[in-house]
């Protein structure tokens, strides 16, 4: 194997001009978190933000994995920021950050690569490099040939981020290694990679208040479950918690910040503390937080079916600062493609949830995942499917083709289906959602909804979220963000609720 070579760059006491940033986040609530706590130990480390990629030093890519298209709008968008600002270093970080780094590092304009194992290592990563300023002249190491296998122990600050790479030296593979010697055949610039085994530690990211006005708040990371479609537990590693007590004291700390609704969030929430010791379950931390918090609102981000216990509805359908908004990724409506899928559950099971959400709670939102065009799925299966959803009280639905994911059993299967197939199914599905969604939308005239006002103002007016999960439109109100009102729904009109307050 070519040795790895390591470039050390001494940095002597002087003055340099505050570096700026864009950071960008994609995908879920969780990694929305994850950027959120990113941004805020940025700024906190002495970074300033940048109101456009033209004036950043440093663009931050926080990247979502679960489909094929979200890859290429990262390469994509790599290559749009590159050409925009050519002098701007590009990190990527998050889960294809930590699936595909070989991948990233070939785009041009990329000057790191961290993945999820060493998200929570950026802030020092950067301040190393861009911001270097101390009492002593500072050794900062970049490592652009290696990528990091593992380590014992989870670094808080530079020096460990220095050991931790110089670790990782020891266990390379050639297949791993870059090397920058003059017949390496590769640019003598590479990405600095820091991507690893991913712990059983939780990496708290604290939300930083100022970013949205319904903060979400990550309390679970991880998952699993293996379903035969998903790459996510390869990413995200195994589930893990964040402390009850942690959760609290961060519940506390928004509601003192003047927020009324918070989203807890998690990549599989319903297996929330499993792995702490004691063991407590999602819904004992719920119980939890509605007995030491006095937060106006707490919303459930996405959690699965079996995580959905008759003492859950009934806990959401009778506590008032619950919102009425259920998130339950169905994925298919057959049984034959739901075993395809190695998902615990039949349908008979999930429909079961459903109704008895519907029964307690006759205004709740509620939400599914579909996927079209699984492996294997006949039209005979999509018919059911299809079928199956239109007999559920289901208000929206997040419709999306199966995109094959590296080494995952759904994307060997010998039986794909064509995308264009794939790609009309989902657009039947959708039409069948649109329908069932506007008519959750009329049966919401005359009612009145509790909802928190957003950072948003559309139709001559602000907008507010209801509890249930409908965006109303206050027309003529001046009413400022994080406003929890009562409103009377008086019309509907391009998919939006028009009301005023109560």
Not at 55 to 79: F, K, P, Y
Not at 92 to 118: D, F, K
Not at 357 to 382: C, K, L, N, S, Y
Request: net charge neutral; with cysteine.
């Amino acid at each position: 194997m070519r040795p790895v070579s390591f470039r050390w760059h001494f940095f002597a006491e002087r003055t340099f001009p505050m570096p700026a940033f864009q950071l960008l986040n994609f995908g879920c609530r969780a990694s929305q978190a994850d950027g959120a706590a990113i941004k805020k130990q940025l700024l906190e480390s002495g970074l300033r933000e940048a109101e456009d990629i033209a004036e950043s030093q440093v663009a931050i890519l926080n990247t979502c994995t679960v489909t094929a298209t979200a890859d290429a709008e990262i390469r994509q968008l790599v290559r749009r920021i590159h050409r925009a600002n050519p002098e701007c270093r590009i990190l990527v970080t998050g889960c294809y950050a930590q699936r595909s780094p070989a991948e990233i590092a070939q785009l041009e304009g990329v000057a790191w690569i961290v993945g999820n194992s060493h998200k929570h290592l950026i802030s020092d990563l950067l301040r190393s490099s861009l911001h270097p300023i101390s009492q002593e002249p500072e050794k900062t190491l970049f490592r652009p040939e290696a990528r990091v296998k593992g380590h014992e122990s989870e670094p808080t600050g530079l020096n460990q981020l220095v050991q931790i790479q110089e670790r990782a030296t020891e266990s390379l593979t050639s297949a791993e290694a870059f090397s920058s010697g003059p017949d390496s055949g590769q640019s003598s610039e590479h990405p600095t990679v820091l991507v690893g085994e991913i712990t059983e530690e939780f990496h708290f990211a604290p939300v930083f208040a100022e970013d949205r006005t319904r903060p979400t708040l990550k309390i679970q990371d991880g998952c699993n479950a293996r379903c035969s479609f998903c790459v996510i537990p390869s990413v995200r590693g195994r589930s893990r918690s964040l402390a009850p007590g942690k959760v609290a004291e961060q519940v506390r700390e928004l509601e003192q910040e003047g927020y009324q609704e918070i989203v807890l969030s998690g990549i599989n929430l319903g297996s929330y503390g499993r792995d702490l010791d004691p063991r407590i379950s999602f819904l004992g931390l719920l119980e939890r937080l509605l007995k030491e918090t006095a937060i106006a609102r707490l919303r459930i981000s996405s959690i699965e079916p079996m995580d959905v216990s008759p003492r859950l509805i009934r806990l959401v359908a009778q506590e008032p600062r619950m919102a009425r908004h259920f998130h339950i990724p169905l994925q298919s409506g057959c049984d034959r493609i739901l075993r395809l899928m190695n998902r615990r559950y039949w349908t008979s099971q999930y429909a079961e949830r459903i109704l008895a959400i519907r029964e307690q709670m006759p205004d709740a939102g509620i939400g599914a995942d579909v996927m079209a065009g699984f492996p294997g799925e006949t039209d005979q299966d999509h018919a059911a499917s299809a079928s199956f959803i239109e007999s559920l009280p289901l208000t929206y639905l997040h419709v999306f083709p199966f995109s094959a994911r590296p080494d995952t059993p759904a994307a060997t299967s010998l039986r794909q289906v064509n995308g264009r197939v794939a790609h009309e199914r989902g657009r039947e599905i959708r039409s069948l959602a649109a329908r069932k969604r506007q008519a959750f939308l009329d049966a919401q005239i005359g009612h009145k909804l509790s909802a928190v006002t957003l950072d948003e103002f559309e139709a001559g007016g602000p907008v507010a979220l209801s509890s249930n999960y409908l965006k109303i439109v206050l027309p003529g109100s001046n009413l400022p963000p994080n406003t929890l009102l009562d409103i009377h729904v008086g019309r509907v009109h391009e998919g939006l609720l028009f009301g005023f307050p109560a």
